[in-house]
Protein backbone atom coordinates (compact mmCIF):
# COMPACT_ATOMS: atom_id res chain seq x y z
CA UNK A 1 0.00 0.00 0.00
CA UNK A 2 1.00 3.69 -0.76
CA UNK A 3 2.26 5.51 2.29
CA UNK A 4 1.54 8.95 1.15
CA UNK A 5 -1.33 9.35 -1.51
CA UNK A 6 -1.36 12.63 -3.48
CA UNK A 7 -4.69 11.85 -6.06
CA UNK A 8 -4.22 15.16 -7.67
CA UNK A 9 -1.89 14.82 -10.79
CA UNK A 10 -2.16 18.56 -11.88
CA UNK A 11 -4.34 21.56 -10.22
CA UNK A 12 -5.38 24.82 -11.85
CA UNK A 13 -6.19 28.03 -9.59
CA UNK A 14 -6.20 31.53 -10.47
CA UNK A 15 -3.67 34.36 -8.73
CA UNK A 16 -5.41 35.07 -5.56
CA UNK A 17 -7.43 32.81 -5.02
CA UNK A 18 -7.05 29.53 -2.80
CA UNK A 19 -6.14 26.25 -3.65
CA UNK A 20 -6.09 23.00 -1.31
CA UNK A 21 -3.77 19.68 -2.46
CA UNK A 22 -4.21 16.61 -1.18
CA UNK A 23 -2.36 14.09 0.94
CA UNK A 24 -3.28 11.31 2.86
CA UNK A 25 -0.88 8.81 4.26
CA UNK A 26 -0.68 5.41 5.83
CA UNK A 27 0.72 4.37 8.81
CA UNK A 28 0.37 2.38 12.58
CA UNK A 29 2.91 4.61 14.08
CA UNK A 30 1.29 7.31 16.86
CA UNK A 31 4.44 9.54 16.24
CA UNK A 32 4.94 10.69 12.85
CA UNK A 33 5.67 13.77 10.89
CA UNK A 34 4.28 15.56 8.07
CA UNK A 35 5.80 17.43 5.27
CA UNK A 36 5.31 19.42 2.44
CA UNK A 37 8.08 20.63 -0.34
CA UNK A 38 7.79 22.80 -2.81
CA UNK A 39 9.60 21.85 -6.46
CA UNK A 40 9.94 25.14 -8.81
CA UNK A 41 11.04 24.07 -12.57
CA UNK A 42 14.59 24.90 -11.20
CA UNK A 43 14.76 21.66 -9.03
CA UNK A 44 15.79 22.69 -5.47
CA UNK A 45 13.01 20.95 -3.13
CA UNK A 46 11.91 24.04 -1.00
CA UNK A 47 10.52 22.91 2.67
CA UNK A 48 7.34 24.70 3.38
CA UNK A 49 5.48 23.42 6.35
CA UNK A 50 5.49 20.51 9.06
CA UNK A 51 2.80 18.92 11.31
CA UNK A 52 3.71 16.46 13.95
CA UNK A 53 1.00 14.06 14.63
CA UNK A 54 0.48 15.02 18.45
CA UNK A 55 0.24 18.69 17.59
CA UNK A 56 -3.33 19.65 18.51
CA UNK A 57 -2.99 22.39 16.42
CA UNK A 58 -2.81 22.82 12.48
CA UNK A 59 0.41 24.04 11.02
CA UNK A 60 0.81 27.49 9.78
CA UNK A 61 3.49 29.25 7.78
CA UNK A 62 2.53 32.87 5.85
CA UNK A 63 0.07 31.78 3.34
CA UNK A 64 0.42 27.97 3.84
CA UNK A 65 -1.48 25.79 5.68
CA UNK A 66 -1.80 22.50 6.72
CA UNK A 67 -5.59 21.23 7.02
CA UNK A 68 -4.32 18.36 9.92
CA UNK A 69 -7.36 15.61 10.03
CA UNK A 70 -5.57 12.96 12.11
CA UNK A 71 -8.57 10.53 12.08
CA UNK A 72 -9.12 10.16 8.62
CA UNK A 73 -5.26 10.19 7.82
CA UNK A 74 -5.05 13.46 5.59
CA UNK A 75 -2.66 16.18 5.55
CA UNK A 76 -3.72 18.89 3.00
CA UNK A 77 -1.57 21.96 2.01
CA UNK A 78 -3.81 25.34 1.93
CA UNK A 79 -2.52 27.67 -0.18
CA UNK A 80 -4.07 31.47 0.18
CA UNK A 81 -3.90 34.42 -2.12
CA UNK A 82 -2.16 32.41 -4.89
CA UNK A 83 0.38 34.12 -6.53
CA UNK A 84 1.98 33.43 -10.18
CA UNK A 85 5.27 32.11 -8.23
CA UNK A 86 3.38 29.58 -6.78
CA UNK A 87 3.42 27.33 -9.89
CA UNK A 88 5.51 24.04 -9.28
CA UNK A 89 5.53 20.45 -7.78
CA UNK A 90 4.34 20.33 -4.48
CA UNK A 91 5.04 17.02 -2.70
CA UNK A 92 3.80 15.52 0.45
CA UNK A 93 6.19 13.75 2.67
CA UNK A 94 6.12 11.45 6.09
CA UNK A 95 8.58 11.17 8.56
CA UNK A 96 7.86 7.52 10.74
CA UNK A 97 9.19 7.09 13.77
CA UNK A 98 12.25 4.68 14.22
CA UNK A 99 13.34 4.98 10.46
CA UNK A 100 16.37 7.42 10.93
CA UNK A 101 14.48 10.66 9.58
CA UNK A 102 13.98 9.33 6.32
CA UNK A 103 11.16 10.73 4.25
CA UNK A 104 8.08 9.15 2.55
CA UNK A 105 6.95 11.07 -0.63
CA UNK A 106 4.27 11.06 -2.42
CA UNK A 107 3.98 11.20 -6.39
CA UNK A 108 2.97 15.04 -6.26
CA UNK A 109 1.02 17.72 -7.56
CA UNK A 110 1.68 19.95 -10.05
CA UNK A 111 0.18 23.43 -9.39
CA UNK A 112 -0.52 25.78 -12.04
CA UNK A 113 -1.50 29.44 -11.26
CA UNK A 114 -3.27 31.76 -13.67
CA UNK A 115 -3.57 35.07 -14.42
CA UNK B 1 15.51 28.48 7.56
CA UNK B 2 18.64 26.24 6.39
CA UNK B 3 21.27 26.57 3.57
CA UNK B 4 21.97 23.51 1.93
CA UNK B 5 24.48 23.70 -1.11
CA UNK B 6 24.91 21.22 -3.32
CA UNK B 7 28.01 21.24 -6.46
CA UNK B 8 27.85 21.19 -9.76
CA UNK B 9 24.01 21.55 -10.54
CA UNK B 10 24.88 20.14 -14.03
CA UNK B 11 27.32 17.74 -15.13
CA UNK B 12 28.33 15.88 -18.67
CA UNK B 13 30.86 13.28 -18.68
CA UNK B 14 31.98 10.12 -20.61
CA UNK B 15 31.00 6.79 -20.35
CA UNK B 16 33.04 4.98 -17.81
CA UNK B 17 34.74 7.95 -16.23
CA UNK B 18 33.42 9.00 -12.20
CA UNK B 19 31.35 12.09 -10.83
CA UNK B 20 31.28 13.42 -7.78
CA UNK B 21 28.83 15.49 -6.34
CA UNK B 22 29.36 17.75 -3.25
CA UNK B 23 26.62 18.39 -0.22
CA UNK B 24 26.98 21.22 2.17
CA UNK B 25 25.03 22.24 5.02
CA UNK B 26 26.07 26.29 5.23
CA UNK B 27 24.67 27.67 8.35
CA UNK B 28 24.18 24.10 10.42
CA UNK B 29 25.93 20.48 11.48
CA UNK B 30 24.01 17.83 9.84
CA UNK B 31 24.92 14.80 11.51
CA UNK B 32 22.72 13.11 8.72
CA UNK B 33 22.54 13.82 5.16
CA UNK B 34 20.39 12.10 2.50
CA UNK B 35 20.98 11.48 -0.90
CA UNK B 36 18.36 10.96 -3.65
CA UNK B 37 17.60 10.18 -7.51
CA UNK B 38 14.66 11.83 -9.08
CA UNK B 39 13.53 10.34 -12.62
CA UNK B 40 11.27 12.98 -14.90
CA UNK B 41 7.81 13.73 -13.76
CA UNK B 42 8.12 11.53 -10.71
CA UNK B 43 8.85 11.51 -7.17
CA UNK B 44 12.01 11.83 -5.00
CA UNK B 45 13.78 8.34 -4.35
CA UNK B 46 16.16 7.46 -1.62
CA UNK B 47 19.41 6.18 -2.30
CA UNK B 48 21.07 6.26 0.69
CA UNK B 49 21.50 8.05 4.01
CA UNK B 50 25.11 9.13 5.13
CA UNK B 51 25.96 9.59 8.62
CA UNK B 52 28.97 11.50 9.67
CA UNK B 53 31.51 9.47 10.85
CA UNK B 54 30.50 6.31 9.69
CA UNK B 55 29.44 4.16 6.74
CA UNK B 56 26.11 4.90 4.75
CA UNK B 57 22.95 3.12 5.00
CA UNK B 58 21.72 2.33 1.26
CA UNK B 59 18.46 1.38 0.14
CA UNK B 60 17.62 -1.50 -1.31
CA UNK B 61 18.32 -2.00 -4.70
CA UNK B 62 21.16 0.23 -4.74
CA UNK B 63 24.75 -0.35 -5.39
CA UNK B 64 26.71 1.05 -2.37
CA UNK B 65 30.16 0.38 -4.60
CA UNK B 66 28.68 2.05 -7.40
CA UNK B 67 27.18 5.02 -5.73
CA UNK B 68 29.87 6.20 -3.17
CA UNK B 69 28.97 8.28 0.04
CA UNK B 70 31.26 9.94 2.19
CA UNK B 71 30.40 12.34 4.92
CA UNK B 72 34.07 13.23 6.48
CA UNK B 73 32.58 16.14 8.71
CA UNK B 74 29.27 17.45 10.14
CA UNK B 75 29.17 19.67 6.74
CA UNK B 76 29.91 17.45 3.72
CA UNK B 77 28.74 14.79 2.30
CA UNK B 78 29.71 13.25 -1.07
CA UNK B 79 28.04 11.15 -3.73
CA UNK B 80 30.75 10.00 -5.93
CA UNK B 81 29.12 7.79 -9.17
CA UNK B 82 31.62 5.32 -9.85
CA UNK B 83 32.05 4.53 -13.49
CA UNK B 84 29.36 6.10 -14.65
CA UNK B 85 27.01 4.57 -17.79
CA UNK B 86 24.31 6.33 -19.61
CA UNK B 87 21.61 4.51 -17.23
CA UNK B 88 23.03 6.56 -13.98
CA UNK B 89 22.18 9.82 -15.73
CA UNK B 90 19.45 11.81 -13.60
CA UNK B 91 18.65 14.11 -11.47
CA UNK B 92 20.58 13.91 -7.73
CA UNK B 93 19.53 15.72 -4.48
CA UNK B 94 20.84 15.70 -1.65
CA UNK B 95 19.19 17.09 1.65
CA UNK B 96 20.58 17.44 5.22
CA UNK B 97 18.86 16.83 8.62
CA UNK B 98 18.75 19.88 10.59
CA UNK B 99 17.85 18.29 14.22
CA UNK B 100 15.24 20.75 15.86
CA UNK B 101 13.43 18.94 18.52
CA UNK B 102 10.81 16.54 17.48
CA UNK B 103 10.70 18.09 13.74
CA UNK B 104 14.00 17.24 12.21
CA UNK B 105 13.26 19.00 9.29
CA UNK B 106 15.50 18.09 5.70
CA UNK B 107 16.60 20.97 3.82
CA UNK B 108 18.12 20.08 0.19
CA UNK B 109 20.18 20.97 -2.35
CA UNK B 110 19.20 22.57 -5.19
CA UNK B 111 20.17 19.11 -6.94
CA UNK B 112 22.71 17.96 -9.88
CA UNK B 113 22.05 17.17 -13.46
CA UNK B 114 24.02 14.13 -14.55
CA UNK B 115 24.27 13.21 -18.32
CA UNK B 116 26.37 10.45 -19.03
CA UNK B 117 27.30 10.42 -23.09
Known amino acids: AQKITQTQPGMFVQEKEAVTLDCTYD???????LFWYKQPSSGEMIFLIY??????QNATEGRYSLNFQKARKSANLVISASQLGDSAMYFC????????????FGTGTRLQVTL | GAVVSQHPSWVICKSGTSVKIECRSL??????MFWYRQFPKQSLMLMAT?????????EQGVEKDKFLINHASLTLSTLTVTSAHPEDSSFYIC?????????????FGAGTRLSVL
Open chain 1, 93 to 104: AMREAGTASKLT
Open chain 2, 50 to 58: SNEGSKATY
Open chain 1, 51 to 56: QGSYDE
Open chain 2, 27 to 32: DFQATT
Open chain 2, 95 to 107: SARKASGSKNIQY
Open chain 1, 27 to 33: TSDQSYG
